[in-house]
Nanobody, 122 residues
Framework: QVQLVESGGGLVQAGGSLRLSCAAS????????MGWFRQAPGKEREFVAS????????NYAEFVKGRFTISRDNAKNTVYLQMNSLKPEDTAVYFC???????????????WGQGTQVTVSS
């Protein structure tokens, strides 16, 4: 059974940085695509970034391009989201997902973590 656990969220001022981590267990991590999604109060979950099993190919939502970087360490079964130049509108619960592809569609992901809260103050 697959388990995903996010960590690294917190409270930061606008312009600050955070690095989120997602630790995976239960299957061969390097064979799975991973994605980060976020959900703000009253809004639907939205795509943030994704990465292939090898870590070679990545994809980003337009609103985070140039500010966020997704990466993975297959030896540690962990995927990361480095977030720089944070804005108040980045405030949300951030979730990681695992699936056979790196789609922007959340329905393509088979497993999800419980999320970690990111709050950005102005």
């Amino acid at each position: 059974q697959v388990q995903l656990v996010e960590s690294g969220g917190g409270l930061v001022q606008a312009g600050g940085s955070l690095r989120l981590s997602c630790a995976a267990s239960g299957r061969t991590f390097s064979r799975d695509g991973m994605g980060w999604f976020r959900q703000a109060p009253g809004k639907e979950r939205e795509f943030v970034a994704s990465i292939t099993g090898s870590g070679i190919l990545t994809n980003y939502a337009e609103f985070v391009k140039g500010r966020f970087t997704i990466s993975r360490d297959n030896a540690k079964n962990t995927v990361y989201l480095q977030m720089n130049s944070l804005k108040p509108e980045d405030t949300a619960v951030y979730f990681c997902g695992m699936g056979p592809s790196t789609s922007r569609d959340e329905r393509r992901y088979d497993y999800w973590g419980q999320g970690t809260q990111v709050t950005v103050s102005s």
